[in-house]
């Protein structure tokens, strides 16, 4: 597989982790939409178990039925449904006949009832009968219909209801009391017993004990006021926490009838429920997609702030709970979604979706402004749809960029003339470029046949055979311990006698490149330079040999012709006044050669890096003063002035007094022949921050300038100009010393020779240079 496949290959996992994870979030959502969805449904079978059990505790004297599909059942109140039979004179107590008998009753009251039965309409009439008026209120909750019946004899109102209706509260689980006009308890039921921990009402009595005051303000207030007054309230009921439904409902007669019912697991359920509703809207508001959920009436029910912010709608306007089409509306009037030709034909494909029960393919938005959203639709749990827009703009863009540094990546490396190739942490082979075919003589087919390092070394075995360099490499490729990942260079020699040098670099996401380079005319090469170069130093030192050799066979005959000159010289008139003057020139030109041959000597011995300076506390006034003084003596013939500038604010300076006299000598010399008779030498010193300048400055007829490029070099040509070798000597030694010489001049107005020197001078070794 090439490299640029392989980096596709890459992209395509980096793009499905992406919609892994936005399944994954819908995963979630459809999860947290399942566990609102049930606590919804434990919500209202919860409320119509309360509704039907207050219906049953409000029917202190009724019967209660539930009726679903026109089938009649008796919920509660088996004894006043035979009351009620009584007074409509049917024989028995059969809850369907009971509602025959109402539907025969009046059509008025047949139209009621199933107005009630179809529509969930509530009712409530009365109906004679030959035994007594049954009063009749129906209602609905969920798919049932409930009708509770009371009925009041006409002929016997001394049935024994009342014991009848005690033994019906006492059943309850709830508490229920009657109240007198002030809220206070005059008949309580056994729960109401056991949740105040009591035997009697006058045990409760005598301790205070009350099951909720506010619950007397409530029959109280329901009393006064001659209502209904229902309440929810909080209690601490058997060391928990409970939620109860309170009622009050006055009587006739007098006296308030109070009744509770625990809804506890329903208010538990309910916040449940919304604390559940509340994390997920907070975990759709944290994602960067824009996430939106319109109702099975295609209104707006939720959307999380980067909705908002994708298409910048005002969050007034989307408290108002537009519809779908509404949303699409403002989103093309401000041309926020796709052009299209048709509107209308795309809008209604768009609200088509609500009719889908399994989840749309996603969809490709290019809109107007340059963005590229991915869309994707699912039909809610709830009902209603999910739409989740995710903008790609910058991931398309960031493909498409690193898919041109691949191929640029890839053309770059087969430009290598390196043969290169990059090993994963599976030791299968990445990528890999031109050079690494030809050298290994493979092709790109039986690279990607072979895969991984093993294939590889079978394939390039034939041309390096040791096994134990594969093993060894390998090592580096799929060892995951870090000492063995780090990088190496080594040679090998292949089975053509040729020199590969192998490289090892480990990569940042755990790949290992792995380089190789035929290094055999380099090697030659480098064996080549080693052998001339150690012809050359020998010949350096045959020739450092000779030279010294010759300057001291030299100096013997010098010293000779200087000594026989000398006495000549001084022969006084045994020899005539011409033949004296030879003998002074014969001194002068002795001396300047044998001080010719000790720069030689002097420059071969820097050359070599033989020369130590004798480093000491040197008072610069007094060396210049010694030096200035010999040049009086030796030149005072010359009609040429020397003058020293007081130096003596300059201190010491620790160096060779021997070789900085040296220097100042041969920068005199050079001013000397460069000056006129009757110009000017002066020699002076100056202390700046942390060094000391020499300098020595004439008023002659200056240097050229296409000589001072080459004013220090040795043996510059006498017919431009050039001094010799005592510039170079001079340029020398200021190195030796760490200093450094700089020249100023100007043709026809002098030259100026200064030489830096640190004051606390360390020996600085030279490079060896010949005398070319």
């Not at 005199?668 to 030498?681: D, F, H, K, L, S």
């Not at 002659?700 to 490029?709: K, N, S, T």
Request: glycine share 8%.
């Amino acid at each position: 597989m090439s490299a640029h496949e392989l980096m596709l290959a890459a992209a395509a996992g980096a793009v499905c982790l992406a919609l892994s994870t936005v399944l994954w979030a819908f995963a979630q959502r459809r999860a947290a939409d399942r566990r609102v969805a049930d606590l919804m449904t434990r919500i209202r079978r919860l409320e119509a178990g309360a509704e039907t059990a207050q219906a049953s505790a409000e029917a202190f004297d009724s019967a209660l039925l539930a009726v679903e599909d026109g089938h009649c059942l008796l919920a509660s109140g088996e004894e006043s449904l035979g009351v009620c039979c009584e007074a409509l004179g049917l024989v028995g107590g059969d809850p369907q006949a009971m509602l025959n008998a109402l539907m025969r009753a009046d059509p008025d009251h047949a139209r009621r009832l199933r107005a009630l039965f179809e529509r969930g309409e509530p009712c409530a009439f009365e109906v004679k009968g030959p035994g007594g008026v049954c009063t009749v209120e129906g209602r609905a909750a969920g798919a049932l219909a409930w009708l509770r019946v009371s009925a009041v004899l006409g002929e016997d109102p001394g049935l024994p209801t009342a014991p009848r209706f005690a033994a019906f509260l006492d059943a309850r689980v709830s508490p229920a009391w009657i109240a007198a006009a002030d809220g206070s308890p005059v008949w309580v039921n056994a729960a109401w017993l056991r949740a105040v921990d009591a035997v009697s009402l006058d045990d409760a009595a005598r301790r205070g004990a009350a099951f909720d005051r506010g619950a007397d303000a409530i029959a109280s207030e329901a009393a006064n006021l001659g209502q209904r007054r229902e309440a929810m309230r909080w209690l601490s009921l058997g060391g928990r926490r409970r939620a109860f439904h309170i009622a009050a409902q006055p009587l006739e007669g007098g006296g308030v009838g109070v009744w509770t019912e625990d809804l506890t697991d329903l208010e538990e359920a309910r916040e449940d429920a919304r604390r559940n509703v509340e994390a997920h809207d907070e975990t759709l508001n944290r994602i960067d997609d824009a996430v939106v959920i319109f109702d099975q009436a295609k209104r707006l029910k939720f959307h999380n702030t980067a909705f908002a912010e994708l298409w910048n709608l005002e969050p007034a306007w989307l408290t108002e709970r537009p519809t779908h089409g509404e949303v699409l509306d403002r989103l093309r009037q401000r041309r926020r979604i796709p052009e299209t030709a048709d509107y209308a034909k795309w809008k209604a494909a768009e609200l088509e979706h609500y009719e889908h029960l399994d989840a749309a393919p996603d969809d490709m938005w290019s809109t107007p402004d340059g963005r590229t959203l991915r869309v994707a639709r699912q039909p809610h749990p709830m009902g209603g749809l999910l739409l989740l827009f995710s903008d790609i703009t910058g991931e398309l863009k960031m493909k498409a960029q690193y898919n041109a540094l691949i191929q640029v990546q890839q053309a770059t490396l087969d430009k290598l003339s390196d043969a290169v190739a990059v090993f994963g942490s599976d030791g299968r082979i990445r990528l890999h470029n031109e050079s690494f075919e030809k050298y290994w003589n493979i092709t790109p087919l039986q690279l990607e046949a072979a895969g991984d390092f093993e294939g590889v070394v079978e394939l390039c075995v034939h041309k390096l055979h040791d096994m134990a360099f594969w093993k060894e490499l390998k090592g580096r490729v799929a060892d995951p311990d870090p000492s063995a990942r780090m990088p190496i260079t080594g040679e090998a020699q292949t089975s053509d006698d040729r020199t590969l040098e192998y490289r090892s670099r480990p990569l940042p996401d755990g790949a290992t490149l792995i380089a190789f380079t035929d290094v055999t005319d380099a090697r030659r090469l480098e064996s080549a330079l080693a052998d001339r170069e150690q012809a050359l130093s020998e010949a350096e030192r045959l020739k450092r040999d000779f030279v010294g050799n010759v300057s001291y066979e030299l100096r013997t005959p010098l010293t000779t012709i200087i000594g026989y000159s000398e006495m000549l010289e001084h022969a006084g008139d045994a020899l005539p006044a011409r033949s004296r003057s030879h003998a002074a020139a014969v001194k002068a030109a002795a001396i300047q050669l044998a001080r010719s041959i000790d720069d030689v000597l002097d420059m071969a011995q820097i050359d070599a890096d033989e020369m130590a300076l004798n480093l000491s506390e040197v008072n610069v006034a007094d060396l210049l003063s010694e030096v200035i003084a010999r040049w009086r003596d030796d030149t005072a013939v010359g009609g040429i002035q020397y003058v020293l500038q007081r130096a003596d604010g300059v201190g010491v300076i620790r160096g060779d007094r021997r070789r900085l006299a040296q220097i100042l000598d041969h920068l005199i010399e050079n001013a000397v022949a460069q000056t006129p008779a009757g110009g000017t030498v002066t020699v002076a010193a100056r202390k700046t921050s942390g060094e000391v300048q020499l300098k020595v400055s004439d008023t002659g007829r200056g240097i050229p300038f296409h000589v001072q490029a080459h004013i220090f070099d040795r043996f510059i040509g006498r017919e431009r100009g050039g001094p010799g070798l005592g510039l170079a000597l001079v340029k020398a030694l200021t190195e030796l010393h760490g200093g450094w010489v700089a020249l100023e001049s100007e043709p026809g107005a002098g030259a100026t020779f200064t030489c830096h020197l640190p004051e606390e001078t360390q020996t600085v070794s030279q490079p060896r240079l010949g005398f070319g």
